[in-house]
């Protein structure tokens, strides 16, 4: 008991003087000046929550323990010392309730570098819940086909020590689920013999796993993603035509945050988030809103249409191919199709009636040509094989899924399934449009392939042996090195250069003046935006599985992409790689850029972008 407490205290403290740090770090970086630890050593909640000294006790030490409270707290009501007022706080609780001490967690967020409304010199505090909710998952109580598929006895009357009985809590989703096996541990047994000695077994824990989230940034993130903060709220320079009703309202979406080199996810929320307290309160509030749909697992079960972010792959498919030339110029139109001007056009051309002229592959990213793209698809068609789109997108990762130990995880689309390709459709899909969609985990998956050359490059949540997967030999194709620069200098100019899709914002304040989207110093961030059409969506109101009238509704707002990756100075190619998509929202660069600003400011207050790295 004395070394399980002091190990508790331990970690409390531990955990406390991190986020110590990391309070006078911030208040240093606010003040501009140094700041003593003891002005922000406030305790944290973990100081003040039940932690477990002893678990596992037989029905008999339980009666005996049980007592042994009531008693002390008699004691404690007559006598008020330290040593018997303990008892007033000790408690016996079931063990098959899981504990989630970071479900809930009070996040401190800077506000100096948001966009000017909602800029402020005054940091905002909020309190996010739900914290990992949809990674970690949920339990619930054995179905009688859980017990039919491993009862506790079989037809020989023997126990299965890990079979189930009735009441018994297994998972239902996420980590919860899939990981059942290892979390779930084996009962003990005694077998009183009246003539001979008693024969017993111990019960066995079940083992614990472990992920590669790191639950202080996943909690930073979905902070910055709150409502509260102002970035998941309906702005006015989100589009240039945001409907003043639509102003301020709540938004949903998804980011994740990857480790290149070691493929470590590091965060991966979803909004609207899940709270437990909501979900053993009032569940059916977030299981039957088919709205906002809380419980569905943005960043890894539902696949969108990336829009322009798969510009940068197609570029590196063309030059890798040898369709384009690293330095080759094309003639860019306003349309792609001659016939149909209306139809597959530059934005360029839709907003100004101008050309981009002839330009590069770079330039092409910069500025997001759709002719460019277009053409690209092209001749791969006509000089390569008509199904090379899709060959080049299995590699990057898409139409698949990744081992990453979650249930719900999705394969998103490629192709148009049972029908044949057609043209149009290969042509549509160079700009992230048309039979391909994937998810947030997808993309992040995709950019870390581009980066690191590796197209066997796997993403990875479970940190434990049994779930390594053996080094792949790399022998689908070897990426053209100038493709890669070419792809990371177009995504560079898009976030730091003027005309780049993710470079400016148009804010009121005082009239309308322009601001950088990007403002992390010590740092360089490449960017490739995407302005996803979603098409029209079917919502079931009334939950009966099928679409009535009026049940199907055109969005007026695109899904709104920014996929961006950041390396530190001194780096010699980006570290980590952000994705975020906000739903029916407007400008992928408008809305999501601010977000993915705010990530990478996250990763450089957790210390990750240090260079060399420190953690």
């Known amino acids: 008991m004395r070394e399980r407490r002091d190990n508790i205290i331990y970690g409390v403290s531990t955990l406390q003087e991190h986020l110590w740090r990391a309070w006078q770090k911030q208040e240093e970086l606010e003040r501009g000046e140094r700041v003593a630890l003891e002005e922000v050593a406030e305790p944290i909640a973990e100081a003040f929550e039940h932690h477990v000294i002893v678990d596992g006790l037989s029905e008999e030490q339980r009666l005996t323990i049980e007592r042994f409270i009531a008693e002390g707290r008699q004691v404690a009501d007559r006598s008020?010392?330290?040593?018997?007022?303990?008892w007033r706080e000790v408690e016996l609780r079931r063990r098959t309730v899981r504990h989630y001490p970071m479900e809930s967690v009070l996040v401190k967020l800077d506000r100096s570098t948001l966009p000017?409304?909602?800029?402020?010199?005054?940091?905002?505090?909020?309190?996010?819940?739900?914290?990992?909710t949809h990674i970690i998952g949920l339990m619930r109580e054995t179905w009688s086909e859980d017990v039919a598929?491993?009862?506790f006895r079989g037809r020989g009357g023997l126990p299965d020590l890990r079979g189930y009985r009735v009441g018994d809590r297994i998972g239902r989703s996420g980590i919860e689920l899939s990981m059942e096996e290892t979390l779930r541990g084996a009962r003990g047994l005694r077998r009183i013999q009246v003539d001979s000695r008693d024969d017993e077994s111990m019960p066995i824990a079940g083992r614990d796993v472990v992920l590669s989230i790191d639950i202080l940034l996943q909690a930073h993130i979905q902070a910055i993603m709150s409502p509260d903060f102002g970035l998941m709220r309906t702005q006015p320079w989100h589009s240039g035509d945001v409907p003043e009703h639509l102003l301020g309202n709540p938004l949903n979406g998804a980011a994740v945050v990857i480790d290149i080199a070691s493929g470590d996810l590091l965060?991966?929320?979803?909004?609207?988030?899940a709270p437990r307290a909501l979900l053993e309160d009032d569940p059916q509030l977030l299981w039957d809103d088919p709205i906002n749909e809380p419980m569905v697992n943005r960043a890894f079960s539902r696949p969108y249409p990336p829009g322009s972010t798969a510009k940068p792959l197609v570029l590196v498919a063309a030059v890798t191919d040898g369709v384009l030339g690293e330095h080759e110029l094309i003639d860019t139109p306003g349309y792609l199709w001659p016939n149909r001007p209306m139809v597959y056009r530059d934005w360029y051309w839709k907003k100004y009636q101008l050309t981009r002229g002839e330009i590069d592959g770079i330039e092409a990213i910069k500025y997001s040509s759709n002719p460019f793209y277009g053409i690209l698809a092209q001749r791969l068609m006509d000089r390569v094989e008509p199904g090379r789109m899709l060959?080049?997108?299995s590699q990057f990762g898409m139409g698949q899924t990744h081992g990453l130990g979650l249930p719900e995880e999705v394969p998103g689309s490629l192709g148009p399934g049972n029908r044949e390709?057609?043209?149009?459709?290969?042509?549509?899909?160079a700009i992230g449009q048309g039979p391909v969609s994937w998810t947030p985990l997808q993309a992040v998956t995709a950019y870390a392939r581009l980066v690191s050359g590796n197209m066997t490059h796997e993403p990875r949540l479970v940190v434990m042996p049994e779930m390594e997967r053996e080094p792949q030999e790399n022998g689908a194709i070897a990426l053209s090195p100038a493709a890669q620069r070419m792809a990371i200098e177009g995504m560079r100019r898009v976030a730091n250069e003027s005309g780049g899709t993710a470079y400016m914002i148009d804010v009121p304040a005082h009239g309308i003046h322009r601001e950088r989207i990007f403002n992390v110093e010590g740092v360089t961030i490449m960017a490739k935006s995407g302005t996803a059409d979603p098409g029209s969506r079917w919502i079931d109101l009334n939950n009966n599985n099928a679409q009535d009238p009026g049940e199907v509704v055109r969005d007026p707002r695109d899904h709104a992409w920014v996929v961006a990756m950041v390396q530190p100075e001194g780096a010699a190619r980006p570290t980590h790689a952000i994705a975020v998509v906000v739903e029916y929202a407007g400008s992928g660069g408008h809305v999501s850029g601010p977000i993915v600003n705010q990530i990478i400011h996250a990763l450089q207050h957790h210390q990750y972008l240090a260079w060399p790295p420190i953690r």
């Open 80 to 86: 008020d010392t330290s040593a018997q007022r303990v």
């Open 116 to 132: 000017g409304p909602l800029a402020s010199a005054e940091p905002i505090e909020l309190r996010v819940s739900g914290v990992g």
């Open 149 to 151: 598929d491993r009862p």
């Open 267 to 273: 965060a991966a929320v979803t909004m609207p988030a």
């Open 391 to 393: 060959w080049w997108y």
């Open 421 to 429: 390709l057609q043209r149009s459709d290969v042509e549509f899909m």
